[in-house]
Nanobody, 121 residues
Framework: QVQLVESGGGLVQPGGSLRLSCAAS????????MGWYRQAPGKQRELVAR???????NYADSVKGRFTISRDNAKNTVYLQMNSLKPEDTAVYYC???????????????WGQGTQVTVSS
């Protein structure tokens, strides 16, 4: 009933750029926050970037100055502009959204299917 659809992953060379998109659809009353997480082989899932409905952002230290998260609230869409990519950015990137499906309902956590980002020469 709530779907997060991601796009934009792929293979790039070090120093290259990608832009990830994630659109939420379905039964949605409001979205409190959206963000991107990633998981590399053998590592824990980690927060990459997050943006609230009020526009506040936070980033992992490893991506500050290189990645930019933005949103289009009218489209329930979040973007992650990834510049100056490094091999260590290689991971599966997951879109996350904190969503109220109905007025007065609790906030639920929703996840996209993940998109592979590979940075390699």
């Amino acid at each position: 009933q709530v779907q997060l659809v991601e796009s934009g992953g792929g293979l790039v060379q070090p120093g290259g750029s990608l832009r990830l998109s994630c659109a939420a659809s379905g039964s949605i009353f409001s979205i409190n926050a959206m963000g991107w997480y990633r998981q590399a082989p053998g590592k824990q899932r980690e927060l990459v970037a997050r943006i609230t409905s009020g526009g506040s952002t936070n980033y992992a230290d490893s991506v500050k100055g290189r990645f930019t998260i933005s949103r289009d609230n009218a489209k329930n869409t979040v973007y992650l502009q990834m510049n100056s990519l490094k091999p260590e950015d290689t991971a599966v990137y997951y879109c996350n959204a904190q969503i109220k499906r109905r007025l007065g309902a609790p906030i639920g956590d929703y996840w996209g299917q993940g998109t592979q980002v590979t940075v390699s020469s």
